[in-house]
Structure formats: structure tokens, C-alpha cells
């Protein structure tokens, strides 16, 4: 580790140097508010820890790494049921149960560092795998020990920061890409955006609206969300479980902590029918940027309701009508995603297994384990 550098690493966010938050300033995800979210209401199977890197006492970096215990984990997903994917969850959980992440496995992009203009970033990555090596050792200290060791999200370019002779036994991967919507500078309204689609997608806008007729949105607040938590959380877990891969569940009281903690900034809308709660998405300002969280919805009312794409059309509405530039909708459900206008950013990460053997394996491996995701690219602007 370059000697001008040091590092602490801090298990509690109420630890953290009063500089952190002047750092975090350009992302909600690695703010001190975020991490103490993360704190009270991660899921069962993660432990975080929160990285400083300081040059002499000024604190020039930021980090946030996950601990994963699969074996927690009371499935991977319920959706596909073949062979493959037995055998991928017995590899998984024999082999690659325990993973130490850089980065956040909650979302997607890169939520895992920010640095200061006073340090390289190639610098800042050899500090970050010491710091790794580092919460290896208090993992150690506990009894566990890391299978996989992961860094998530980084574009094409940011690949170069992990260029040091550290990462060359890392593999390099792809996985989902990113689906993130971008509004036009013409667009001053929702109508706008409309205006644009072609007729074939206008038309799919308006099938949509009609098939959600008698389905009321509502803006739930602190005290709607405590009063809810039950039926939210049963909408979550059934998406949630129904996915072809899990890594976690969300804790129960992980809504209503995202509330009080960032109050504004973080969005939850139901849907109703009859009064009844049957559907729910959330939203979380960053910067001149929005992200889509988790959702929730009942699966035969979704699927009577057209929900989902309707849940996508309110997302871009507020967005566009509230000057947002950019919606990260993150993975999965990427052909709808791209048939509203998202389009796919390629993603990069670097996984390096515990075992030399397996670690020489590690592209036929992942190869095997990653879900592999068919689908066609939309454009509805054409």
C-alpha cells in the first residue's frame, strides 16, 4: 500500500468522521443517512462495513463493503425449477456461500466509492484491497471465512482504476446490464414524452392506462407505510421470491426505515383497489439523478392490470415533470424496461475465489451459474 495512505474501517455509521458526508455529497447510496439505513435494516444475511481512506488525517476516500451469508438464505428464487438450477444452488451454497462485495448488492451502478480530487483512483483501489484484506481478517476473528471475494458495478472506463498487479488474478465480468432512461431536453412535461413515442408504443400507452381503470395511486407517507408493513412486505416477498436469483431479502422494517431516515428523498407509492393495498413501488432522489427501488404488487392483479408497465409510466412521469435527468431502473424485466425507452448500460465486476483451483475455473464457472437473460431491445421512439 503506497505509505502516504491509510485506511479504517468502521462496522457502525455512527462511527464514521464528520468529513464523510462532504464526500458522499454526489451520492445518496454511500451517505451517511443511506448507511445507517443499511445499519438498522439490512437484510438478515449481510453485514456491512464502511471503508475511510485518509492521507494523512483528511479523509480523501470513501467505501462501502457487503459481508453475504447465503446459507442464510431460505431459497435463491422460486421461478425456474430445472436442473440447472438445483446444481447451481448446491455449488452456491458449498462452494460460493460466503462473499465479501465492494459495492452494494442492493442496487445497481457504481455505489461502492467515491474518492477525493487529491487521490489517484488507481491509488484509491490498492488501498481498497487492502482494506478488503483487512475485513477479511475481522471476518476471520469470527469464525467465517470468504469464498468469493466481488467488486460491482463499474462502466468501461472506471475498469482501469483496477489495473494493479492485486486485481490480475480477479476474473472480469458481465452481468445484466444496467437499464437507465434518459430524458431529452425537449421534454419539459410527461406529454412530451409522449409526443415522442411512435404510434405503435402511443397505442401501447393508452392500453395500458385503460387496462388500470379503477386502480388509485397514492403518496403513503411515514405513518401509511408503519400501517401497511405487513401487506407491503408480503408484496415485496412475492416478487422477490418468484426471481430467478436472489442473494437476500429485505428486512420488514427496511421501508419504513428508508422513510424516516431519508425522509424526501425517498418516495413510496401505493397502488389500490377497493381500498386495498395491491401494489407498490419506490423511488430515491440522487443528485439530478432518480432511482427506482423496490417494488411490490399482487401477480393476478398485475397481470390484469397491465401494473407493472403502468408502475414504469408514473415513474418517468414524476421524473420528467420534476426536471430529473436520468432514471436508473437497474436490471431485470429489461424488454419492458427498453419498450418505455430505457436502454441498457453495460456493467463491469472483477470475483476472485478463495481457492487457487476453483479461481483458475472461475469463467466456466460463473458461465454456469450466472442466470442467462434472452431478450430484444426496444426502441419506442422509432
Not at 462496522?11 to 464514521?16: D, F, G, I, V
Amino acid at each position: 500500500m503506497n505509505s502516504a495512505y491509510t485506511f479504517s474501517i468502521y462496522e457502525s455509521a455512527k462511527q464514521l468522521p464528520s468529513q464523510w458526508n462532504s464526500l458522499a455529497s454526489s451520492n445518496i447510496f454511500l451517505s451517511t443517512l443511506y448507511l445507517e439505513v443499511l445499519e438498522e435494516s439490512a437484510p438478515q444475511n449481510m453485514s456491512c462495513f464502511f471503508i475511510g481512506i485518509f492521507e494523512n488525517k483528511n479523509l480523501v476516500g470513501i467505501a462501502l463493503s457487503q459481508f453475504l451469508d447465503l446459507n442464510k438464505l431460505e431459497s435463491f428464487g422460486e421461478r425456474d425449477k430445472c436442473v440447472k438450477t438445483f446444481f447451481r444452488n448446491i455449488i452456491f451454497r458449498n462452494f460460493c456461500s460466503h462473499v465479501l462485495l465492494l459495492g452494494n448488492n442492493m442496487l445497481s451502478g457504481q455505489n461502492a466509492y467515491l474518492f477525493s480530487e487529491k487521490i489517484d483512483s488507481a491509488k484509491g483501489t490498492e488501498v481498497l484491497y487492502q482494506a478488503m484484506d483487512e475485513i477479511k481478517k475481522i471476518l476471520k476473528q469470527k469464525g467465517l471465512s470468504v469464498h468469493l471475494t466481488t467488486l460491482k458495478d463499474f462502466e468501461e472506463k472506471e475498469q482501469l482504476h483496477f489495473s494493479a498487479p492485486q486485481f490480475q488474478s480477479f476474473y472480469r465480468f458481465t452481468t445484466q446490464p444496467n437499464m437507465v432512461f434518459c430524458s431529452c431536453d425537449h421534454w419539459h412535461t410527461f406529454d412530451d414524452y409522449i409526443a415522442s413515442l411512435s404510434k405503435k408504443y402511443r397505442d401501447q400507452y393508452k392500453r395500458c392506462r385503460k387496462k388500470a381503470t379503477g386502480i388509485h395511486k397514492q403518496k403513503m407517507d411515514l405513518k401509511d407505510i408503519i400501517a401497511s408493513e405487513e401487506t407491503i412486505y408480503d408484496l415485496y416477498h412475492h416478487v422477490a421470491q418468484n426471481a430467478p436469483f436472489n442473494t437476500f431479502f429485505l428486512a420488514k422494517n427496511h421501508f419504513r426505515v428508508m422513510k424516516e431516515k431519508l425522509k424526501d428523498n425517498f418516495l413510496f407509492y401505493g397502488y389500490f383497489e377497493n381500498g386495498s393495498l395491491i401494489g407498490f413501488n419506490t423511488l430515491i432522489k440522487n443528485g439530478t439523478q432518480m432511482d427506482t427501488y423496490f417494488l411490490g404488487y399482487d401477480e393476478k392483479i398485475q397481470r390484469e392490470k397491465m401494473l407493472y408497465l403502468n408502475m414504469l409510466y408514473d415513474m418517468i412521469a414524476y421524473s420528467i415533470n420534476q426536471g430529473f435527468k436520468e432514471i436508473v431502473f437497474a436490471r431485470t424485466a429489461l424488454e419492458i424496461k427498453s419498450s418505455v425507452g430505457a436502454k441498457p448500460l453495460e456493467m463491469y465486476g472483477f470475483m476472485q475465489h478463495s481457492n487457487v483451483l476453483i479461481n483458475k475455473k472461475m469463467e466456466q464457472l460463473f458461465c454456469y451459474l450466472e442466470p442467462k437473460t434472452d431478450w430484444q431491445e426496444r426502441n419506442p421512439f422509432i
